[in-house]
């Protein structure tokens, strides 16, 4: 007779398995305990990470605290204090209400927690550690809760080896503390970081949260939006259209304080700014929906950021007309005012009959400006700001103009002599620019035609790679450039401090900005901006990046003469050069061709 194969799981093992749908990485940890610090109460948060959450993660707030019975159940699966029956999920109001967080978390970490309500004397102490109590005792601490989390997946290590860099895992850790701040302007949030402070939230109105989290720049570039109706009521902010990104940074949406994710409800507001963006740009928005708790489904997933909607068609077409009526109050639509009484359309300049006579001005023959009586008085330092202003703009316009004089000429005789001492002899060609777009060349019997933007950038991504392995050239700024960033895309630019260094890029902090000091001898003063903003782009399209490749393409991108840029004929024939010296020259460094080549066959083919 055979055995019973079918066995029950030990609690221990049942919540390691349920784990692994709670605690995917250390940002789930935080999101879960910040989530429990708000549903308590709290009016004041405190997140302090050490090693992007590997080693600890402690969440402390000032809420109502447990009893002692309550912080020994609150690690048990399926306990809480959130729901009581089935018809509570249709009426949920809190962050949680599953019961599952606490016990995952405790089942593969080390878990400390401290907690006291204000009407006990002594508060409680419990250390758990994979999943099973070591101690629980009383402690003196403030009321409230503390809740310490180390050595996150200490007992499950390959969960632990799939984790990302330190980098990447606090980048997740941010969005996760700034979704909850994003939906509690109420409430003080504070991070710690390795002993560093990284946001320092006080609590105020939702404009000023935004500004704290995403910075002042951000302030003036949203427009507020409103609607009220039985169905759902919206309130939020939209960012006018010259605030839109390529990358899908600033786009929150948030159902009764809950984040969501909702590629629907994307498209609807999208729809809004409908030939108001260019091609594969996005708007920046922070939509905030209440509903009926009974009109949504949120007990789809443990993480609770996907949400079913009874009315969804609806509440897309009422979010689309709301960020409308929004654009179109704050003047960014175009609109006709039909009201407009035509008779003040075009308003005449004279009288049909009057006289027309020539201006005159009157001239004092008799002015003196050495004289004692004039009162001369020095120009006032804003007219001295605005001439300056003219200037530079004058002198950033004749930069541009020259900008591909500038880029060849400088190492034109350097070029050549590379040329000569890599082959041996020189290869003279007779190079042809058409439409200042393309260079037309004859190589080894076959008609080339070169897209000169792609071959620069190809040649520019080869010099970058290899000056970062070398020590990179690099050009001091007489004025420093200054970038106000918010805080989440100044801490991108701080964690690879190191391989901007290394490709010529000297920056220094300063508390809202930084400051590029220097910059790599092959870019050019006006391209620093656009090149720092696709750095910060890239950061959040990719969590692991081949940084060197990376950078190197930005910067052979920004770098690279422009299409439309007429070149000297030493330029073109030194860049055709460049080009044929490279082992690879067949293709740019994002992958499209750099040239087409036709043989004296298929030049007859065409014209039989």
Aim: hydrophobic residues 40%; charged residues 25%.
């Amino acid at each position: 007779m055979m055995n019973d194969i079918i066995q029950l799981l030990p609690d221990h093992v049942a919540n390691q398995i349920a784990a692994g749908e709670v605690v995917q990485r250390p940002s789930s940890v935080v999101k879960e305990l910040i989530e429990n610090a708000v549903d308590a109460g709290a009016t004041t948060v405190q997140l302090i990470c050490k090693d992007a959450g590997r080693s600890l993660i402690q969440v402390i707030d000032n809420g109502g605290g447990m009893s002692v019975t309550d912080v020994r159940m609150a690690y048990e699966r399926h306990a809480t204090s959130k729901i009581k029956t089935t018809e509570d999920i249709f009426s949920i109001h809190t962050k949680g209400f599953r019961g599952e967080a606490l016990a995952s978390i405790a089942a593969v970490a080390q878990v400390e927690t401290k907690t006291k309500r204000e009407i006990d004397e002594l508060g409680t102490q419990l250390i758990i550690e994979g999943g099973e109590v070591r101690n629980q005792d009383p402690v003196v601490c403030a009321t409230g809760t503390s809740i310490s989390v180390k050595n996150l997946f200490y007992n499950v290590p390959a969960r632990r080896n799939f984790l990302k860099s330190n980098q990447v895992e606090f980048r997740h850790i941010q969005d996760e503390f700034q979704r909850i701040a994003l939906a509690h302007e109420n409430v003080s949030f504070y991070l710690h970081h390795n002993d560093s402070e990284i946001y320092h939230l006080k609590a105020g109105n939702l404009k000023q949260r935004i500004v704290q989290i995403f910075g002042k720049k951000l302030g003036s570039q949203i427009i507020s939006v409103e609607e009220d109706t039985e169905i759902v009521k919206i309130k939020g902010y939209v960012g006018k259209p010259d605030a839109a990104k390529k990358s899908r940074g600033e786009q929150f949406f948030f159902v009764n304080n809950r984040f969501i994710r909702s590629p629907y409800l994307h498209n609807a507001l999208c729809d809004a700014f409908e030939e108001l963006l260019p091609a594969g740009y996005q708007p920046s928005y922070f939509m905030y929906l209440e509903l009926d708790p009974a009109r949504i489904d949120i007990n789809i997933h443990p993480t609770k950021t996907e949400i079913k909607f009874e009315d969804e068609a609806l509440i897309y077409t009422i979010i689309r007309a709301a960020v409308k009526h929004a654009l179109g109050q704050f003047n960014v639509i175009p609109s006709l005012d039909f009201e407009q009484d035509p008779n003040w359309a075009f308003i005449p300049s004279a009288k049909e009959d009057a006289d027309i006579k020539m201006p005159e001005i009157s001239v004092d023959q008799s002015f003196n400006p050495f004289s004692n009586d004039n009162h001369y008085r020095a120009p006032k330092p804003s007219a001295i700001k605005s001439t300056m202003d003219f200037y530079n703009d004058a002198v950033e316009l004749e930069i541009e103009n020259n900008h591909a004089h500038q880029v060849f000429e400088s190492n034109f005789e350097q070029t050549n002599q590379l040329f000569e001492s890599e082959v041996g002899q020189t290869e003279h060609f007779k190079v042809i620019q058409w439409q200042s777009k393309y260079l037309i060349v004859e190589y080894r019997g076959e008609l080339l035609i070169i897209d000169q933007h792609r071959a620069h950038q190809k040649i520019l991504f080869e010099k970058f790679i290899h000056s970062k392995r070398d020590n990179a050239l690099v050009q001091q700024m007489l004025f420093p450039i200054e970038l106000d960033l918010s805080p989440n895309d100044r801490q991108k630019l701080i964690d690879v401090e190191s391989q901007l260094l290394s490709f010529g890029f000297d920056i220094s902090l300063d508390e809202e900005a930084i400051q590029i000091n220097a910059i790599p001898v092959d870019v050019q003063q006006e391209d620093v901006v656009s090149i720092f903003m696709d750095f910060i782009d890239e950061l959040d399209f990719k969590e692991t990046l081949e940084l060197d490749q990376s950078f190197a393409k930005i910067l052979a991108k920004n770098a690279a003469v422009k299409k439309g840029t007429t070149l000297k004929e030493e330029q073109a024939t030194s860049l055709v050069e460049e080009l044929f010296r490279l082992p690879n020259p067949n293709y740019s460094p994002y992958g499209r061709p750099i040239f087409v080549q036709m043989n004296t066959t298929e030049v007859e083919k065409i014209l039989q």
